[in-house]
């Protein structure tokens, strides 16, 4: 079986400080690990994943996540928040059982930007 | 990767009534995915949907409620049945390339 928490369902940062978007995971099998944003009324887009190669995954808009099994963590970070940044961010699972289809989605973190 | 079109992109229905969601995909893909997002909640996987075959449901959605089609590799269509005001979420379709998964726009259902 699969998990993922995501620890604080709401973040606030001041624009120009860094963002810190927690993510634990529980999985029986090597994990493929993804964040994903969701923009007001908006569809979800891929920002970053990890499937088993570096473990420090840098993807759009200055983000990146650094997979660490010993913590069973996948936290997002990004050295400098932008207004634009306001959203809501998912954490997904997929473990490799059964070709790894399923995911598992976290609850979110909305993220809050202020000037 | 893979764009997905899905439509409508919202809609208001009476209860008693049925809604079919489509999704069309630029590419062939072998699996697609339905989610259901409740508001101010996360996504829940309705079912999968490979071709050819039937649909595999989750656990607390059925068949009868949710049918969903799959006629080729790049369609498919949930259909929401008899709906209630429970019923009223954000339904969103996704496509499997590789090891990446792409994500329609989502459909708005306000059920009344």
């Known amino acids: 079986a699969q998990s993922v928490t995501q620890l604080d369902s709401h973040v606030s940062v001041s624009e120009g400080t860094p963002v810190l978007l927690r993510c634990n995971y529980s999985s029986s099998y090597s994990p493929s690990l993804f964040w994903y944003v969701q923009h007001p009324n908006k569809g979800l887009q891929l920002l970053l994943k990890?499937?088993?190669?570096?473990?420090l995954v840098k993807g759009i808009n200055g983000f990146e996540a650094e997979f660490k099994k010993s913590e069973t963590s996948f936290h997002l970070t990004k050295p400098s928040a932008h207004m634009s940044d306001a959203a809501e961010y998912f954490c997904?699972?997929?473990?490799?059982?059964?070709?790894?289809?399923?995911?598992?989605f976290g609850t979110g973190t909305q993220l809050k930007v202020e000037l | 990767s893979a764009v997905i079109s899905q439509k409508p992109s919202r809609d208001i229905c009476q209860r008693g009534t049925s809604l079919t969601i489509q999704c069309q995909v630029d590419s062939q893909v072998t699996m697609m995915f339905w989610y259901r997002q409740q508001p101010g909640q996360s996504l829940t996987l309705i079912a999968t949907?490979?071709?050819?075959?039937?649909?595999?449901?989750e656990s607390g959605f059925v068949i009868d409620k949710f049918p969903i089609s799959r006629p080729n590799l790049t369609f498919s269509t949930l259909t929401v049945s008899n709906m209630s005001p429970e019923d009223s979420s954000i339904y969103l379709c996704?496509?499997?390339?590789?090891?990446?998964?792409?994500f329609g726009s989502g459909t708005r259902l306000t059920v009344v």
């Open positions: 997904v699972v997929s473990d490799s059982a059964g070709g790894g289809n399923k995911l598992t």
């Open positions: 949907a490979n071709q050819g075959s039937e649909a595999t449901y």
């Open positions: 990890y499937t088993s190669a570096a473990t």
């Open positions: 996704s496509a499997r390339q590789g090891h990446g998964y792409t």
